[in-house]
């Protein structure tokens, strides 16, 4: 019932403002004594500190269970949820309060049993119902709007709920035309009633379970209360907790359920997070809309129009207070010719896209990212409840002023600084436990060893993986070194280990490094495969690296590293032999990750670097290996200076010679100018003629029957270079380059001369002085100037 005669039953949508609005003013009307929640009851010891100054909606009750801390589910509120709405009344008028839906000890065991995978809340339209009413899930919302003749649920209930009030007042405070704050309750508990009648439980079995609890809940608080108590629930239980049922009926639904332990505490939420279908299960698209909405005094169109116009002129766009004024008066119009009360989103939105974003969709990203949506990021108070993981973290987080925000940002850290080396170990130590606040980024400050770019983002559902990684310590440290020290001894590849290694030097977990280092050694020892040691070995020369950035002891592991060096050089030339265009390419990529690791190993006595190079010459020259590695490896040693141009020239013209495959040496030509892994090694045919005149000659004596086999691997090297390269030798090729001789003595570079010209360089020189700060009369700076020029 709704009235006096019986509990005041107030049916909401979750998450809605204008059901908030409509809660509000009807606990103001009847001034309950008791206010009964949908919630999970374990929270009751929890609601006192929603009237606590340290909290901030959005914010979620948090249940998990105790032997498995990633079963678990979320109830989130916002400023603008009915729920808070009501828990914050009570509160402040000294009301009980109560949560009264089935326990979360029963709901998350019931969602490891099959027999209740139905899921719980309100869910999405699943179409109609089969003609018994139990077939699929309902939508209670898109039933009701289709019935009004709406095709769309959302616009539906903006007209009918959210936009009640304020369109009798357009200009007044929201709820300026309701004369009767709790009929808005009764139809629509009418017209739920209809369509549980038609429906039935609407696919949703559990429901029956969850309600014969709320009834029980309801029959004790009325006992206790009295009849006045307010009961504020998805509308959907309305007509089931208003049904006559006896107790011995409800008690048997109850019989028998699953339970387990659970652990429940207040976690923050986003605006961002509260489509997610969780706990109350009502997903919304626009919280920052509805968050307006909910707290605009008057003329909510407006001030939302104003709200727009500010962020777009943050984003430098020309936007004024005559587009404001354009764009109030375009969404009305379009309310009025779509026949709705007041404007909406939709409106909004389109008013918005013509007046100040020119039609374009572009800003309209922006807009729904920061506004409609929203990046708002709620707090709990710290004597809330909580894992001693999680007290750990968030101590760490106020020491190191690393406060989480909903926000994805950049953050750069110089690990020289004791602060930033500080922080650089805790986002490591939190990924190696799966608590991915963090991501590694590409840095903008330069690729140093002392540099570090993370992107950080802050999501609800960390808190779960915080949890769930208590089980393997009480602080951040001791988790992570449990965690290393497990995974070490379960990993089966060798890879894998290094990987963990490398993890282990960059998030500073010491005591676990011997265990690791363990293992690695016996791991290194067993595994002979060569492309298993190539993949390995990159990671433990970054471990190196990195370990002398942060001053740690990596002597065991440089000698585990020279290990792995010194076996791919005895392994690797046999194993290019008899290789297939798909293995050579992946041997191809061990040798270029090989190449890059022996330059970052420490100097040893087993001259590491000399038997490097001593291998890439052995694959430069031996028959039987595939193009693409000779030409990679007389490529790595051209680059190091480790062969003559001269010599380079003879391998590519033995290479390109006609008793080679056309195939073949097409892949030598991209094993040696690099391609899609190497995009810079088309300027090695800019600067040396000779080389390009060699490509060119070989290519102009391609048969025909052969230049369609070898288009494909030459397509894919040469498109990988930059527009200029590519222009660059098309305009080499076109004027003739030397035929595999030397390069002619006049010809400089693309686009020069072949000598400077004096007069042209002068006249930059007065330009070049006023740069410099020197004196325009020819003096200060002039020996500068002439040694630059």
Request: aromatic share 4%; hydrophobic share 45%.
């Amino acid at each position: 019932m709704t009235g006096t005669a019986g509990p005041l039953l107030l049916g909401v949508r979750h998450h809605g403002p204008g059901s908030a609005r409509s809660v509000l003013a009807a606990l103001d009307a009847a001034k309950p004594p008791a206010v009964l929640i949908e919630g999970p009851p374990e929270g009751d010891a929890l609601l006192p500190l929603a009237a606590d100054e340290g909290m901030t909606p959005p914010v979620a009750l948090l249940a998990h269970a105790v032997d498995d801390p990633a079963r678990a589910s979320f109830w989130p509120m916002a400023a603008f949820s009915p729920e808070w709405v009501a828990l914050r009344w009570a509160l402040d008028h000294g009301a009980a309060v109560h949560f009264v839906d089935l326990p979360a000890t029963h709901t998350l065991a019931m969602a490891k049993d099959p027999t209740w995978e139905d899921g719980e809340g309100e869910g999405t339209d699943s179409g109609d119902a089969d003609e018994e009413g139990y077939g699929l899930r309902v939508d209670p919302i898109a039933e009701l709007a289709r019935t009004a003749g709406y095709d769309d649920p959302e616009r539906w209930w903006e007209d009918v709920i959210e936009h009640r009030g304020t369109g009798a007042a357009p200009n007044g405070p929201p709820g300026a035309g309701d004369h009767d704050p709790i009929a808005v309750f009764a139809q629509l508990a009418d017209a739920m009633a209809a369509l549980r009648e038609a429906y039935g439980h609407g696919g949703r079995a559990r429901d029956l379970v969850r309600e014969a609890y709320m009834r029980l809940r309801l029959r004790a608080a009325r006992k206790t209360h009295g009849d006045g108590v307010a009961v504020v629930c998805g509308a959907w239980h309305v007509p089931a907790l208003a049904a006559r049922t006896t107790v011995a009926a409800d008690r048997a639904l109850l019989k028998g359920l699953p339970k387990t332990r659970t652990e429940i505490t207040w976690v923050p939420w986003t605006h961002r997070r509260l489509a997610r279908h969780s706990g109350y299960g009502a997903g919304i698209d626009s919280p920052g809309w509805y968050g307006h909405l909910f707290d605009a005094p008057d003329r909510p169109v407006e001030r939302w129009m104003t709200k727009v116009a500010g962020l777009l002129r943050d984003e430098d766009r020309p936007v004024s207070s005559a587009h404001v004024i354009e764009a109030v008066r375009l969404a009305g119009t379009l309310a009025a010719m779509r026949g709705r009360p007041l404007p909406g989103l939709t409106e909004t939105v389109d008013a918005v896209r013509a007046v100040m974003c020119d039609g374009s969709d572009v800003p309209l990203d922006l807009i729904r990212d920061r506004l409609v949506i929203g990046d708002a990021l709620g707090e709990v108070p710290e004597h809330a409840p909580a894992v001693p993981l999680q007290r750990d973290l968030t101590r760490l987080q106020r020491t190191l002023r690393l406060k989480p925000e909903a926000l994805e940002r950049e953050l750069d850290l110089d690990l020289r600084k004791e602060t930033d080396a500080a922080r650089s170990r805790l986002l490591h130590r939190l990924r190696l436990l799966g608590v991915g606040w963090g991501e590694p980024a590409a840095g903008r400050a330069g690729t140093g060893t002392f540099r570090e770019s993370w992107r950080l983002r802050w999501e609800p559902e960390l808190h779960v993986r915080v949890a769930e990684a208590g089980v393997w310590g009480t602080t951040v440290l001791a988790a992570a070194t449990a965690r290393a020290e497990a995974d070490a001894a379960s990993a089966t590849a060798l890879a894998g280990v290094t990987a963990l290694a490398e993890r282990c030097l960059l998030a500073g977990l010491s005591d676990a490094l011997p265990t690791v280092m363990a293992a690695l050694a016996d791991r290194a020892a067993l595994d002979a495969d060569v492309g298993h040691l190539a993949q390995a070995l990159p990671a433990l020369a970054r471990a190196l690296r990195y370990g002398d950035v942060r001053s740690t002891d990596t002597a065991a592991l440089g000698g585990v590293a020279t290990g792995l060096a010194l076996r791919i050089c005895v392994g690797l030339p046999p194993a290019c032999a008899g290789l297939d265009a798909d293995g050579a390419a992946g041997m191809r990529g061990h040798l270029d990750a090989v190449h890059a690791a022996v330059r970052l190993l420490p100097e040893t006595g087993e001259d590491v670097t000399g038997r490097w190079t001593g291998v890439l010459r052995t694959l430069a020259a031996r028959d039987g290996v595939p193009g693409v590695i000779r030409g990679r490896a007389a490529r790595l040693l051209l680059d190091d200076g480790r062969l003559a141009e001269d010599e380079a020239a003879r391998l590519m013209g033995l290479a390109l010679s006609p008793g080679t495959p056309p195939a073949d040496a097409a892949a030598w030509i991209e094993g040696f100018v690099g391609g899609a892994a190497d995009p810079g090694g088309g300027m090695l045919l800019v600067h040396d003629e000779r080389l390009l005149g060699l490509v060119d000659a070989w290519l102009t004596r391609v048969p025909a029957e052969a230049f369609t086999d070898v288009l494909p691997l030459l397509r894919r090297t040469f498109s990988a270079y930059e527009q200029s390269v590519r222009r660059t030798l098309g305009e080499l090729v076109r004027r003739g380059p030397a035929d595999g001789g030397p390069a002619r003595a006049d010809a400089g570079p693309p686009g020069f001369a072949p000598e400077p010209d004096g007069a042209r360089a002068d006249a930059v020189l007065p330009l070049l002085r006023l740069l410099l700060g020197g004196d325009t009369d020819g003096g200060g700076n002039d020996d500068l100037v002439g040694a630059g020029r």
